[in-house]
């Protein structure tokens, strides 16, 4: 079955720590892959997405991600993170060019002044 | 920016009713999906629709629920006889042809 899966429910870091937050899924035909963020109270907002080319992605509000084939992952990344990136951070992935996307359970990211 | 807008912010109904969730998807736009996201819980697929019918719909959406684009802007989601279970929060998005989805603000509907 399709799957993604997210390493960390929940992580809790200072303004200026680096950040990367882990994604995995499964299968292994064509996909898509993107990074939703979620503000408090707020709907869901892209950050980066890759289809093909580069595997590293460079994505609004200084994140990246890269997309690592062999290991089936698409982590998402930021050298320095802000107080104001505390967020609900979610994969996703689009299987085969079908028409939905599978989310990952999301990782909630405080960042504490 | 174009936005998808969704309405209402929020809706309280009584188990049993029905309600509509209303959405206003991007002007250009070929591609529309209803998702929902139970408190807690990730977020997930309920239909997608092109070129006026369902083009992929997952095991949630049975025939409680109905989707209808029944003029050029909007695109509704009804739910026939509501269950305590269908209190979540309900995302509308709509995409061209690069997947570069966007999300509604979403609808957040409390089942009583």
């Known amino acids: 079955a399709q799957s993604v899966s997210q390493h960390n429910h929940h992580v809790i870091l200072s303004e200026a720590a680096s950040l990367e937050l882990g994604c995995n899924y499964s299968?292994?035909?064509?996909?898509?892959l993107f990074w939703y963020v979620q503000y408090p109270g707020q709907h869901l907002q892209l950050l980066l997405k890759?289809?093909?080319?580069?595997?590293l992605v460079k994505g609004i509000k200084g994140f990246e991600a890269e997309f690592i084939k062999s290991k089936f992952s698409f982590n998402l990344r930021k050298p320095s993170v802000q107080w104001s990136d505390t967020a609900e951070y979610f994969c996703?992935?689009?299987?085969?060019?079908?028409?939905?996307?599978?989310f990952g359970p999301g990782t909630r990211l405080s960042v504490l002044p | 920016e174009p936005e998808v807008t969704q309405t209402p912010s929020h809706q309280v109904t009584q188990m049993g009713q029905e309600v509509i969730l209303r959405c206003v998807p991007i002007?250009?736009?070929?591609?529309f999906y209803w998702y929902r996201q139970i408190l807690g819980q990730k977020v997930e697929f309920l239909v997608s629709?092109?070129?006026?019918?369902?083009?992929?719909k997952s095991e949630i959406f049975d025939d409680q629920f109905s989707v209808e684009r029944p003029d050029g802007s909007n695109f509704t989601l009804k739910i026939r006889s509501t269950k305590l279970e269908d209190s979540a929060m309900y995302f509308c998005?709509?995409?061209?042809?690069?997947?570069?989805?966007?999300f509604g603000s979403g609808t957040r509907l409390t089942v009583v």
């Open positions: 998005a709509s995409r061209q042809e690069d997947y570069g989805y966007t």
């Open positions: 299968y292994g035909g064509t996909v898509n």
């Open positions: 890759y289809f093909s080319g580069d595997p």
């Open positions: 996703a992935v689009n299987y085969d060019y079908g028409q939905n996307f599978v």
């Open positions: 002007s250009n736009h070929l591609y």
């Open positions: 629709f092109y070129n006026n019918e369902i083009s992929e």
